[in-house]
């Protein structure tokens, strides 16, 4: 399937016109209110053209650069979980017929075709992992995947490494393996600005051959692998993952959990940027006259108190319970679920904690108490 072209700018231009015109709404990032995330774009001139952003433990802020680049930026604060998993939605209706009977109406969106723009590798890792539980599962969700249908995603190929970012380490990128429709590497070279692009899937294709390209030269090849190898050499974090499991399960009642809790607001914040994360709480609401129900669905946290609320009261009570469910979860346990890591080393967990604490550094605390040395 792989197929590589060359795009110019009126080319890219002319694909997002084309997407546009087969009925899609085009969702891509924009800089609004001092950040770069996603939302409904027009055109090429709605992304943040030369801008950039700086991203560290607790800290975000965005700043101009010295190029055009339209992608020369990192992980969004959102991720593009907020266009398939909504963060409240109404899922089940009941209405009282006029012999007192009920019938139950769930609820499932209509939906208008999206194409995601400027998807990054750690959001199509994350995908897949929401895929595998909201859609591919034997109990699937159906507004999931009511949306996810018919979804065209352009990717593009990290040509830089953000603060927080870790996806080597998590073997998801910075140059994306598959998921997408279509696959830009972004090439700027002092005048030149163009694009190569990587066919990966039928519909790819059929789209490319109706915009301008060309061929590209051994040079742009050159350049686009040189792009990746720069983002994959100058990642802002590591974590070691070869037997993380075995560690993370080894020190349950390390002191080091207690310690990390002491900074912890358990506020969520990480549950609600981290892309993979799917937790949710249902709420019952009933009309006064008893006519008509509803039951919404919310996200939830495995850093609420209520949220292992039983009989009893929550199974657990304290911070440290919960912030080393939240990482062994992540980082051990949801291989024992999945098949997979849950983590894609996107690095927004890191960025958005108000107090910065480091998922890697916490994981590399916990493996040398393990006996294991720092590598």
Known sequence: ????????????????????????????????????????IEGPDDLPIGWRDEQSPGRYRTLPRNDRAHFGFN?????????????????????????????????????????WIGARSCELAALAIQDRVLKDSADPDPRY??????????????????????????????????GFDLALTEILDGPEHHFVVETGSDAGAALLERIPHSQ???????????????????????????????????????????????????????TAACPTCFCSSYEDQVELDGANARRTRHWDSCFNADFTHLAGGPVRASTPARYRQWLTHKLASWHDQFGTSGCVGCGRCITWCPVGIDITAEASRIRQANGEPPK
């Open 216 to 270: 590209p030269t051994a040079a742009d090849l050159r350049r686009a692998a040189d792009a990746i190898e720069h983002a994959r050499a100058t990642m802002g974090r590591h974590l070691d993952t070869d037997g993380l499991k075995t560690a993370l399960y080894a020190q349950a009642q390390h002191p080091g959990w207690e310690e990390v809790a002491d900074r912890c607001l358990a506020c969520g914040n990480c």
């Open 1 to 40: 399937m792989e197929s590589l072209q060359r795009i110019d700018l009126v080319g890219f231009g002319s694909l997002l016109a084309q997407l546009q015109a087969e009925g899609y709404t085009l969702i891509g990032p924009r800089l609004e209110a001092g950040t770069i995330d996603y939302g409904a």
């Open 145 to 178: 995947a009511a949306r996810r249908e018919g979804v065209f995603i352009v990717a593009v190929h990290c040509g830089q490494a953000g603060g927080t970012c870790f996806c080597t380490s998590m073997n998801a990128g910075p140059k994306a393996e598959g």
């Open 75 to 115: 992980a969004t604060p959102a991720s593009f979980k907020t266009r398939l998993h909504r963060s409240e939605e109404t899922v089940l209706e009941v209405q009282r017929g006029e012999q007192g009977e009920l019938r139950f109406v769930p609820v499932i969106p209509a939906v208008k075709k999206q194409a």
